[in-house]
């Protein structure tokens, strides 16, 4: 199963044929291309900050008369949208923002007073990568740890439940899946991110400046992923956790 019907078989029971839906980090669209074809007598629109993916999704989902993508930043999604949506969906991103609970509240304004806000965020914390090798397991930990030195929380999927309170909203749904890769394709492009990652200076002087690791142990952690992204019996498994939330029934009263 791809990666993109997971968020889709999660917001499913939570949709109908008129649904309003927003993507609010729609990337090249493939989520919310989905949703729209679900709910095809509603409105689909996705958003998302870089002019580029917006650019691919307007080109790829062009026949879908019912979607449009509009290039905005999250932060900054125009007043006119205010109470418009049945569902607004956010995923793996709010890890990556300096204040996710801003931005959960920002997007609690623009859903009806009985509608959703679907949020699912991959937790680093929670991975395990096989064949058993310590420079493999180095490889993650030092990343997630240059995330969190550079503001990023990658463990966030475990607070979303804590952050929907903070955020004055209930959580109606909430779930995790191991998401599992072995074949040779995901094993590839997972690998690559990591070389990726070691090969940019930046990250690893600022690994080394920050006395993360030395020269020697990054050097063995390229090494042993060029080996395991050829290996046949590469395998990483990581949680990834899901919550879906509405306005707290007295709200409503
Ligand atoms: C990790 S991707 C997630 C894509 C998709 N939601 C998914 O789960 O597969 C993050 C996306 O969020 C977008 N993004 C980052 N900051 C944003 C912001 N402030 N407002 C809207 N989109 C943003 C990025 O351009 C990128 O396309």
């Known amino acids: 199963m791809g990666h993109h019907q997971n968020h ?33 007598k509603g409105r689909s629109i996705g958003v ?40 607004i969906l956010i995923s793996n991103i709010l890890q990556h923002l300096k204040d996710p609970l ?32 310590e420079y493999l397991n180095l490889a993650l930990i030092l990343r997630q740890k240059l995330w969190k030195a550079n503001g990023d929380d990658s463990l966030l999927g475990r607070n979303l439940k804590s952050l929907t309170y903070e955020a004055k909203l ?21 690998a690559d991110q990591l070389i990726k990652f070691y090969s940019n200076k930046n990250n690893t002087d600022a690994l080394q400046s920050y006395a993360l690791v030395i020269q020697y142990t990054l050097t063995k952690v390229i090494t042993t992923l060029k080996d395991w992204k050829f290996s046949n019996k590469a395998i990483f498994t990581h949680a990834s956790i899901q919550c879906i939330a509405t306005n707290p029934k007295d709200v409503l009263l």
């Open 170 to 190: 209930e959580p109606v749904d909430i779930s995790s899946q191991y998401l599992f890769f072995q074949n040779k394709k995901d094993i590839y492009r997972i």
């Open 102 to 133: 801003k931005a959960i509240k920002t997007l609690s304004k623009l859903i009806k007073p009985s509608g959703f806000i679907a949020m699912k965020e991959d937790d680093w914390g929670s991975f395990v990568i096989g064949p058993e090798n």
């Open 8 to 40: 889709v078989i999660f917001v499913k029971p939570f949709l109908r044929k008129d649904s309003w839906v927003l993507d609010v980090d729609c990337g090249t669209g493939r989520i919310i291309s989905d949703i729209a074809k679900i709910c095809d």
């Open 48 to 87: 998302d900050v870089d002019e580029l993916v917006i650019h691919i999704a307007k080109a790829k989902y062009q026949t879908q008369s019912n979607l449009i993508f509009i290039c905005f930043d999250l932060y900054r999604l125009p007043n006119k949208l205010n109470i418009c949506f049945d569902l």
